[in-house]
Nanobody, 114 residues
Framework: VQLQASGGGLVQAGGSLRLSCAAS????????VGWYRQAPGKQRELVAR???????NYADAVKGRFTISRDIRKNTLYLQMSSLKPEDTAIYFC?????????WGQGTQVTVSS
C-alpha cells in the first residue's frame, strides 16, 4: 500500500487549498481514512477522518472550514481547506487504516501567511 499526498503550498490567510492523496495497492472506499497534520514543535494531530461506517469527523479547529471527501473511482482522498489561518500551517499527512495495519503518505507542506 502506498499513499501519495499532494496539493500543499503557500497561501495567504483567508485563502483555500485542496489536498489530494492517491492510493495504490488498496482502495479508500472500504477503509477508515483521514488527514492529520504536524506543526513545528507539536505532535501530529487529527484534522479530519472518514470512518469505515462512512461517518466524517473533524477537529474542532477546522470545523466549518475544511471538508474531507473521497472519489472511489479515482481512488483519491481529498481535503478541501477554506478560510485558512496561519495556525493551519503544518505538514499534512493522509492516513489509511486497513484491518490492523496503518499507512501514511509522505506529507505535504501547507504554509499560511498572515
Amino acid at each position: 500500500v502506498q499513499l501519495q499526498a499532494s496539493g500543499g503550498g503557500l497561501v495567504q490567510a483567508g485563502g483555500s487549498l485542496r489536498l489530494s492523496c492517491a492510493a495504490s495497492g488498496t482502495t479508500f472506499g472500504l477503509n477508515a481514512v483521514g488527514w492529520y497534520r504536524q506543526a513545528p514543535g507539536k505532535q501530529r494531530e487529527l484534522v479530519a477522518r472518514i470512518s469505515s461506517d462512512r461517518t466524517a469527523n473533524y477537529a474542532d479547529a477546522v470545523k466549518g472550514r475544511f471538508t474531507i471527501s473521497r472519489d472511489i473511482r479515482k481512488n483519491t482522498l481529498y481535503l478541501q481547506m477554506s478560510s485558512l489561518k496561519p495556525e493551519d500551517t503544518a505538514i499534512y499527512f493522509c492516513n489509511l487504516v486497513k484491518r490492523t495495519n496503518e499507512y501514511w503518505g509522505q506529507g505535504t507542506q501547507v504554509t499560511v501567511s498572515s
